[in-house]
């Protein structure tokens, strides 16, 4: 029988569920047991593609092709398996389903209401991709008590009834806040939350608690009295120095054991000698870098969570700590920023503000011979630089910004012209690469075949690539299936490397990406280039 552990969260949302859950499954996958995780978004919209970053955070694409939401970068950083569209169930993707089989008849004439149809259908997604897996990790998203997320709950809560007693458990994570003024943490709202839980139907068997400092034996005591959860069920999840230290915080209150026991499972294993050989490398690293992140979602760190991360591990990779200075390229210190910076990072985005700013970071890039790396946007923004300064295309463009511009040297492909539906129908998911011998990208990959995700409707338009090749700007990668360049590196520059895929989302701790590995280690060489100087 499969096994299932739901984790939901209340009193305030981005309390860091996923997180939690991640941490809970990596443990337990280093206990030998095979784990996959869900995510289950209450919004409307059919999946992550069409949201703004500012509203949610970065849109995180799988191999098959699936806009998600953010925490499934946790699941696939923590657990290193891939995740696919199944791994992320939103209301929107539900309801549309249930919809369908109506408008098509399968429910036989029924009244189709939310119980029991709309359940029914999220249970079969959770049964459906835990076939094949030990312990499914399930995380609500939301706080307890939103209205949008209630039928996520009640499957939950139904999922005891069909699956048995000793086959689901419910992990609630919950924020006790301090009140500097009466130096104290407060209970209360734990409570509060842990009754709303119960008042759906679903009593807690273990509860996670957040705060800024770690919990008293007298403060666990009064939640387990007033929560009806074992003294030793309650924890607390203390803020940490790095996200990647919350599975051994968690693991030495004995979370895996106790979850272990209550699943009825058996440890196949104990082996934690590779994930503590990376943890032990944090906050010991003996070199520092400093990078510009030149983006204009900024105001919101998570749009560049996967990034983020990318550039972590590339910095453990090379014993160092990163600094990133999250510059928004609209801002009147950007350039000065920019300039005093080790290596320049242009991510990916959508739309035309803060472009003529991310092209104004890339020059600074190539003049001043720092480490350079383009991601999407920021590849096709570092052609449409080169268009303009070195091969005397001064109003190059990409059509998505400049539909009248005399030089497209990024165009949208015949087969996007006629899209009308937004959602779902960029170039998407993992795409094979052929890379040039001897270029920087094969140098870091070490091999010439790679695969890679992709999420873009424009693409470098292949006319322009002869006339701009002579002047410096390389094609060194090309999509196999078609002729459409894949990455781009510029002559006479010590490391400038741009990508029309998205490097960071196959970044992992223990399996840090190549091009960010290359990346930090150019932008050190450069660093200490600056001191000899």
């Known amino acids: 029988m499969a096994k299932f552990i739901f984790v939901t969260g209340g009193v305030v949302s981005s309390l860091g569920k996923g997180i939690t859950g991640a941490s809970i ?86 009244t189709v209401q939310v119980i029991p149809h709309i359940t029914n259908e999220i249970k079969e997604r959770f049964k459906a991709l835990s076939k094949d897996f030990d312990v499914t990790i399930v995380e609500i998203g939301g706080t307890v008590g939103d209205i949008e997320s209630l039928p996520f709950l009640e499957a939950a809560r139904q999922m005891r009834l069909d699956c048995g007693q000793g ?18 943490l407060k209970t209360k709202p734990t409570q509060h939350s842990v009754n709303k839980l119960r008042e759906i139907g679903i009593d807690p068997n273990m509860i996670i608690c957040r705060a800024s400092k770690p919990l008293d034996a007298d403060i666990k005591a009064k939640i387990s009295l007033f929560c009806s959860v074992p003294r030793e069920a309650v924890l607390d999840a203390p803020d940490a120095p790095s996200i990647y230290l919350v599975p051994e915080i968690l693991h030495s209150q004995g979370v895996n054991e106790q979850i272990l026991m209550l699943l009825g499972i058996r440890a196949k294993r104990h082996d934690f000698a590779k994930w503590s050989a990376f943890t032990e490398k944090i906050g010991k690293t003996e070199k520092t870098v400093n990078i510009a992140l030149a983006g204009k979602y900024v105001k919101l760190k998570d749009a560049y969570k996967s990034v983020g991360e990318a550039l972590f591990h590339g910095g453990i990779a090379n014993n160092a700590k990163v600094r990133i200075d999250y510059v928004d390229v609209e801002d009147p210190d950007a350039e000065a920023r920019l300039r005093a910076a080790d290596g320049v990072l242009v991510p990916g985005g959508f739309g035309n503000r803060g472009i003529e700013g991310k092209i104004r970071a890339i020059t600074i890039a190539r003049e001043m011979k720092k480490p350079f790396l383009g991601i999407c946007l920021g590849m096709q923004c570092a052609v449409i630089e080169s268009a303009r300064s070195l091969a005397g295309m001064p109003r190059a463009n990409s059509t998505e910004f400049d539909e009248k511009t005399p030089h497209p040297v990024i165009d949208v492909m015949p087969e996007q012209k006629d899209v009308v539906d937004k959602g779902g129908t960029m170039r998407l998911g993992a795409c094979t690469t052929l890379l040039s011998p001897g270029s920087a990208a094969a140098a ?88 000899e100087a």
């Open 25 to 110: 499954g990596k443990l337990l996958q280093l206990n030998g047991l095979s784990v996959t995780m869900i995510k289950c978004d209450p919004y409307i919209n059919v999946d992550a593609g069409t949201m703004n970053p500012i509203q949610h955070g970065e849109v995180y694409v799988t191999d098959d092709g699936a806009e998600t939401d953010l925490d499934l970068g946790y699941y696939e950083r923590f657990l290193e398996i891939p995740m696919t569209r199944a791994n992320n169930v939103t209301a929107g993707s539900v309801y549309r389903a249930v919809i369908e089989k109506e408008r098509s008849g399968k429910y036989l004439g029924s």
């Open 167 to 184: 086959n689901v458990i419910y992990v609630h994570v919950t924020l006790v806040p301090y009140i500097p003024s009466s130096d104290e």
């Open 444 to 531: 870091a990959y070490k091999t010439i075949t790679i695969s890679e995700r992709h999420r873009h409707r424009y693409e470098f338009n292949p006319k322009f690539v002869k006339a701009l090749e002579k002047k410096g700007l390389k094609v060194t990668g090309w999509y196999k299936d078609r002729k459409l360049p894949e990455t781009v590196e510029l002559a006479k520059h010590p490391w400038f490397v741009g990508v029309q895929f998205h490097p960071e989302l196959k970044s992992r701790p223990t399996k840090p990406h190549p091009l960010f590995v290359a990346f930090i280690e150019a932008s050190l060489k450069a660093r200490e280039g600056k001191k």
